[in-house]
């Protein structure tokens, strides 16, 4: 079993991103094609890293008689979110569509559908107008760093519990 859906996480934060700015998302990929400007791409930055203490626990499944260890515990995951668009026309910057992103992380319907895929938004770190040059042109570009938090449940099985007789008294 494994501690997460990784690719669960990725739909919810591309259809968040997506449903907010109304622009074409993609995961950023060194060799991708660009979509046509104005567009979004994501790109996990960190993680997931462990967060410590860990809640550990042990339980017994009766029926097998299987010791099963189980650690539950949220995971640490940073997300770079960064929107493009052509500048100063008339239109949306960049800038613009990552505000309505960034104010949407607090509303109780986007927490549910974020939470629906384990992530739970933590903090943003901002937003940072980064325009660059692509040919002889500008380009409007912003980019916006998330943490998440993301729960994370592992079991394995460690032993068999063994039978041992008792005869008067208890065992402690």
Known sequence: MEPFDLGAI???LHDWLHAQTGLQVAWSHQNARLPRLPFATLHIVSG?????????A???DVL????????????????SCQTYARPYDGGKTAMDYLLRAQA?????????ALGAAGIVVLEDMGINEVPDIVGKSWR?????????AIT??????TDVIESVP???GSLE
């Open 10 to 12: 990725r739909r919810a």
């Open 48 to 56: 997931p890293q462990a967060v410590t203490p860990r809640d550990e």
């Open 58 to 60: 042990s339980v017994v």
């Open 64 to 79: 097998s008689i299987l010791h099963f260890a189980v650690a539950r515990g949220p995971r640490l995951l940073t997300v």
């Open 104 to 112: 949407s992380s607090q509303r109780p319907s986007v927490r549910a």
């Open 140 to 148: 409007s570009r912003a980019h916006m760093d998330v943490r998440l």
């Open 152 to 157: 994370s449940t592992i079991s394995e099985l």
């Open 166 to 168: 008792v005869s008067g």
